[in-house]
């Protein structure tokens, strides 16, 4: 149980009203943001009657962030934090024959490296419902 922080009285109090409370978020404001964006590089080297070389070169980035509050009152009841990054390059270089007869030929490399990370997080605090001094962060 290496989740659970410290603990203190918990006593079920019907009076304690929850629209009052006004704990502060561990996690912060509730938000998203997203930033995404993709490059790509196509060159063409061409030759009369004996080819064409081409590379493609691509690169993909895709960072989210968000913190909510999933708990259905006004008390922060439960928290969640996503931080997710993504990035791929690829390469792809071919070789197409153009000779004047009427057999020809494609040959070609593809490589790709893609890297994810992602951190996730969770927290519990019933704080709002029996003025304890638990916490549970997942």
């Known amino acids: 149980m290496n989740n ?13 009203n929850t629209s009052t409370y006004t704990g ?30 081409t590379s493609i070169t691509g690169f993909n980035t895709n960072d989210y962030w968000s913190i909510g509050e999933f708990g259905s009152s ?4 439960l928290n969640a934090l996503n ?3 993504f990035r791929s390059i690829s390469q792809e270089v071919r070789y197409l024959s153009t000779f004047d007869f009427p057999v020809n030929f494609l040959a070609g490399r593809y490589y790709q490296y893609s890297r994810f990370n992602g951190v996730y997080d969770t927290q519990i605090f019933p704080i ?8 549970w962060r997942g």
């Open 4 to 16: 659970f922080g410290t603990t203190g009285d918990a006593n079920c109090d019907r009076s304690f």
């Open 24 to 53: 502060k978020l561990n996690m912060g404001e509730s938000f998203v943001r997203i930033e995404s964006w993709s490059n790509a590089l196509n060159m063409h080297y061409r030759t009369p009657n004996v080819g064409e070389l």
């Open 74 to 77: 006004n008390a922060s009841i």
């Open 83 to 85: 931080d997710k990054h």
């Open 128 to 135: 709002a419902f029996q003025k304890s001094n638990f916490t």
